[in-house]
C-alpha cells in the first residue's frame, strides 16, 4: 500500500504563484509514476501534470503548459508540482497520484493510478 500525502494549498491573487508538494510512503518511490490532477466544484477531476519514473518524462494538461512545472526529488521522495501565472480557472482541489506500474502508457488517465492523496485545495482569486 502507498500513501500519498499533499501540501501547499492556499489562497493567492491572480497572477500569483504556489508550489505543491505530495508525499509517497509504502514503497520504493523510485519506482512510482506520479500525476497530479485537480478538480473545481461540480466537474470532473482533469489531469494536471505526470512525471515518471526517470525523473525526465514529463507530460502536462494544455492549460497548464508554460505555466506549470512537474519535478520529483528522490531524496524526499517527493514529487512538486510549481504553479506560476495562476489564474480563477486554476481554483481547484488538487490531487496527487501514484501508480503501483513503473510504466504507465496514457497518464492523463486518472484509471492509470491505484494511490490518491486527500487533496489540497487552491484557490485563485481574481
Known amino acids: 500500500q502507498v500513501r500519498v500525502v499533499e501540501s501547499g494549498g492556499g489562497l493567492v491573487q491572480a497572477g500569483g504563484s504556489l508550489r505543491l508538494s505530495c508525499t509517497a510512503s509504502?514503497?520504493?518511490?523510485?519506482?512510482?509514476?506520479m500525476g497530479w490532477f485537480r478538480q473545481a466544484p461540480g466537474k470532473e477531476r482533469l489531469f494536471v501534470a505526470y512525471?515518471?519514473?526517470?525523473?525526465?518524462?514529463?507530460d502536462y494538461a494544455d492549460s497548464v503548459k508554460g505555466r506549470f512545472t512537474i519535478s520529483r526529488d528522490g531524496a524526499k521522495n517527493t514529487v512538486d508540482l510549481q504553479m506560476n501565472s495562476l489564474t480563477p480557472e486554476d481554483t481547484a482541489v488538487y490531487y496527487c497520484?501514484?501508480?503501483?506500474?513503473?510504466?504507465?502508457?496514457?497518464?492523463?488517465?486518472?484509471?492509470?493510478?491505484?494511490?490518491w492523496g486527500q487533496g489540497t485545495q487552491v484557490t485563485v482569486s481574481s
Open positions: 509504502g514503497r520504493t518511490f523510485s519506482s512510482l509514476p
Open positions: 512525471i515518471g519514473v526517470n525523473g525526465v518524462t514529463t
Open positions: 497520484a501514484a501508480s503501483r506500474n513503473s510504466q504507465i502508457w496514457y497518464p492523463s488517465h486518472s484509471a492509470q493510478y491505484e494511490y
